[in-house]
């Protein structure tokens, strides 16, 4: 069973939402969000990435980067921009990208269920990723990115909140500088909260589709103040951690294409001769970019050229849900052997572009210096979850969730 939580969010007054409303922490550079917050003293970037109030010299690690966490957090709530609610409720959001929506339900989840493994993972986490948003959490004392989760749909949830949403006006809808819609409605209402929380208790599993290092993070807090107040209940708010949560259907996984700096001393012709060995090398004539239309099929660029790439037989087994990902059969027929890419998560050789960035981008690495890029067809959600409930680790850099989830509009107060 999965425990769910309603909680008193700490949350932009209305006519600020927008403004505070920030992408994930980890999906850009310091550089990249000191020019995200010119001009806008409300972001909540000031918060997640206190640096960008800093001298570029300081350590992003520095102590004084999470104490200007704090400082900022508190700020916003002094001057009124951020203020918590009187009452425990759950909250609804919906994002709109390019005509898709989803819509998930804003909680709290138990670190327990983390622990116990009810909330299941598919990544391996870092400890020096870890540790940086511990000691965010730890100084803000409180989570405040939520975790993005996905449970298996369930029809009556999914009308329950549809009627909510029909019935009752949003509290914040606006149109992102991405062009993606953003609406929350607060939901507010005893009976249907008990009622939702009823429904997730009976669910089996959640499981995390971004913010591995988030949730990761927030459990080692909890298991801190756990020790600091050894006579614990288990209901005080550090049992908790902040989690948006869809229904699986209403998700999309984008591409996570690679971009290689040189081909490991192989001549054009010799690799091209080594690629063919595990692949059937097809120019791709047609106009544009090749961007693979089913799995165990690539996109190539090299030397100015689109190539389709098809697996070929015997590279892969078709029982092993890891070893017949795309981004393994990948990794184990060509990247590893041919150009000496042993591990992905480490070399710096290899880098990684989201499916957001537009196949033009792989174009523009290369013409910047990288001698090949590899498109890829989407890993499929189906395939999360088998390989999350078989217990096993997708390869880095497996999955590309979008729209990200914006921070900011829902924090959680650890007290």
């Not at 208790?201 to 591995?212: C, E, F, K, V």
């Not at 998560?345 to 989201?354: A, C, E, K, M, Y």
């Amino acid at each position: 069973m999965a425990a769910l939580k309603a909680f008193r969010a700490i949350r932009p007054v209305p006519g600020l939402a927008s403004r505070v409303a920030a992408l994930p922490y980890d999906v850009m550079n310091s550089e990249e969000a000191r020019r995200m917050v010119e001009g806008n003293p409300y972001s909540f970037l000031h918060v997640d990435k206190a640096e960008v109030d800093l001298d570029p010299s300081v350590d992003i690690h520095d102590k004084r980067v999470y104490d200007k966490a704090r400082e900022n957090l508190e700020a916003m709530r002094e001057k009124g921009w951020l203020k918590k609610d009187e009452k425990e409720s759950l909250y609804i959001y919906k994002q709109v990208m390019d005509g898709h929506e989803q819509v998930g339900l804003v909680g709290c989840v138990s670190a327990d269920d983390y622990m116990n493994n009810r909330i299941k993972k598919h990544e391996n986490t870092r400890k020096d990723k870890e540790q940086d948003r511990i000691s965010h959490v730890k100084h803000c004392n409180a989570n405040t990115g939520p975790i993005f989760l996905m449970y298996r749909a369930q029809e009556e949830i999914s009308e329950m909140i549809g009627r909510w949403m029909k019935g009752n006006a949003p509290i914040y809808d606006f149109v992102s500088e991405d062009a993606i819609e953003h609406a929350v409605w607060v939901l507010d209402d005893y009976e249907i909260i008990k009622s939702l929380i009823s429904l997730f208790s009976g669910l089996d599993s959640l499981y995390i589709a971004d913010g591995h290092h988030r949730a990761a993070s927030a459990v080692e807090v909890a298991k801190m103040k756990r020790r600091e107040n050894p006579d614990y209940k288990g209901d005080e708010e550090f049992n908790y951690f902040l989690a948006v949560l869809f229904p699986h259907n209403e998700l999309r996984i984008m591409d996570y294409n690679r971009v290689v700096k040189d081909l490991n001393g192989y001549t054009a012709e010799n690799f091209m001769e080594k690629v063919n060995e595990k692949f059937i090398v097809e120019k791709f004539s047609g106009k544009g970019q090749y961007k693979p239309d089913e799995k165990h099929t690539f996109g190539m660029y090299f030397d100015n050229k689109w190539y389709k790439l098809t697996a070929k037989k015997g590279t892969y087994n078709p029982h092993d849900a890891v070893g017949s990902l795309d981004v393994s059969i990948l990794q184990d027929n060509l990247l590893n052997p041919i150009l000496g890419i042993t591990d992905p998560r480490t070399d710096d050789r290899i880098d990684f572009v989201g499916g957001i960035r537009g196949l033009e981008e792989l174009e523009k690495r290369a013409a910047e210096g990288m001698a090949i890029a590899f498109s890829l067809y989407p890993t499929s959600i189906e395939d999360l979850m088998a390989i999350a409930d078989a217990g096993e680790i997708m390869p880095p850099k497996s999955t590309w969730f979008e729209p990200k989830l914006r921070s900011g509009l829902f924090i959680h107060d650890l007290d």
